[in-house]
Every structure is written in C-alpha cells, then in structure tokens.
C-alpha cells in the first residue's frame, strides 16, 4: 500500500548531478538559518517521478559538528517537506544550513567542569519547535510568491464565497 505522505526515494535528489543543477539555476528563499534552492521543472525530468516535489538536503560539519544534530534536523526537514509536499509545485529543492541554529541562552556552567577555551564555540542548542516552524515559513513563503505570481492570492477563498465562475 502506498502511503499518500510518505517520503519515497522518487521524491529524494541523490545525484550529484542533480544538486548541482539545482545550485546553478540560483533560486532561492532565505530564512534565519536556511537557504531554500529551488529548480522549476523540466520536461525531460526522469519519468520515476513525474510531477511531484523533490527534495535535497545539504547540513554541513561546518555549522553542526555532531552528527546526532545534524541527522536531527535532516529528520525535521524530512518531516516538514512531507507534510507540505501536496501544497508545494512540482520543482527540485535544496535545503542547506547557512548558520548555527541556537536557542535560547546558554546551559549554566557545571561546577568542578573546565570552561571551553577561547577558540571553541559555545554549546548549540536545538530547539525543534522553531527550526519546524522555521522550515515551514520558508516552504510556505516560497509558495506563497508563487501564488502571487500567478494571479492567485495568497489567502484561501472561505467557504461562504461565491465561486470564480458564478
């Protein structure tokens, strides 16, 4: 059975090939943290998935040196990007960390426990929350322009509104 928001390997960019056409086509929304790239569809997009989003994702050892955070937000980009890919156009996106996400200030020292020196950065702390919520401003502010674009508002029609046609 297939599951309706599933994130299947036909909705993944693996190819290096892939992102770099992504990188190149220079589209792209910003938030705090993120960089969404995106690439409007081709026509000669393998038939493996037609018309459906596509998403990769690049977070570096640059800004999160733990690979448990790192995989942390993989999962939450995974997550928003799967329950908005039926709200988003058929386009290959990016998302890549453009700074340290940090919440909140830092832990209180522990006594009898060395300090961190001068050139070590200060503990990250994650907040899951505010990077989902992040992340589905960034998908949603990108979906928004493109309802602007085409005419559309951005504001769903209420259901006491008479249709376009009547």
Do not use: W
């Not at 943290?33 to 050892?61: M, N, S």
């Amino acid at each position: 059975m297939k599951k309706p928001f599933g994130f299947p390997r036909a909705r993944r960019l693996l190819k290096s090939e892939e992102f770099t056409a992504v990188f190149d086509f220079r589209r792209v929304a910003r938030s705090p943290h993120f960089v969404l790239h995106y690439l409007e569809p081709a026509a000669d997009r393998d038939a493996t998935a037609p018309g459906q989003p596509r998403l990769g994702l690049v977070i570096g050892k640059r800004h999160l040196r733990h690979a448990v955070r790192r995989n942390l937000v993989k999962r939450i980009a995974r997550e928003t990007f799967r329950m908005m890919q039926a709200e988003l156009k058929p386009r290959d996106y990016v998302l890549r960390m453009a700074a340290v996400p940090r919440s909140g200030p830092a832990p209180a020292p522990v006594p009898g426990k060395k300090k961190s020196g001068k050139g070590q950065p200060a503990p990250v702390r994650l907040d899951r929350q505010a990077l989902a919520s992040e992340l589905r401003g960034l998908f949603a502010r990108n979906l928004v322009r493109d309802r602007a674009k085409s005419g559309m508002s951005g504001k769903p029609a209420s259901p006491d509104a008479p249709c376009a046609s009547c």
